[in-house]
C-alpha cells in the first residue's frame, strides 16, 4: 500500500480526517499508521489550582516510628 499510499495521500488523509485508520503495508507485513492528529494542550499553569491544600504539618519532622523504617 506504501505506493498507493503516494497516489492517493489526499484522498486517505481526507479518511483519517473522518476517523478512519489508516495501515500501511509492505510486502504484506504492516509499516506505518496513520491516524488524524488531536491537538493536545500542552503543560497549564495552575488547572489544578484548589485540588489540593498543603497542611500546615507538612515541614514537621516525621513521627519516630516512620524514620525507623528508613534506618531498619
Known amino acids: 500500500m506504501l505506493g498507493s499510499a503516494k497516489t ?3 484522498r486517505l488523509l481526507g479518511e483519517v480526517e473522518d476517523g478512519e485508520v489508516i495501515v500501511t ?3 504484506g507485513k504492516p ?3 496513520l491516524i488524524r492528529f488531536d491537538e493536545q494542550p500542552g ?3 495552575g488547572r489544578d489550582a484548589g485540588l489540593f491544600t498543603v ?4 515541614d514537621d519532622p516525621l ?10
Open 25 to 27: 503495508a509492505r510486502g
Open 63 to 72: 513521627p519516630d516510628d516512620v524514620l525507623g523504617e528508613f534506618f531498619a
Open 31 to 33: 509499516v506505518a499508521r
Open 8 to 10: 492517493h495521500l489526499s
Open 43 to 45: 503543560r497549564v499553569l
Open 55 to 58: 497542611p500546615d504539618t507538612f
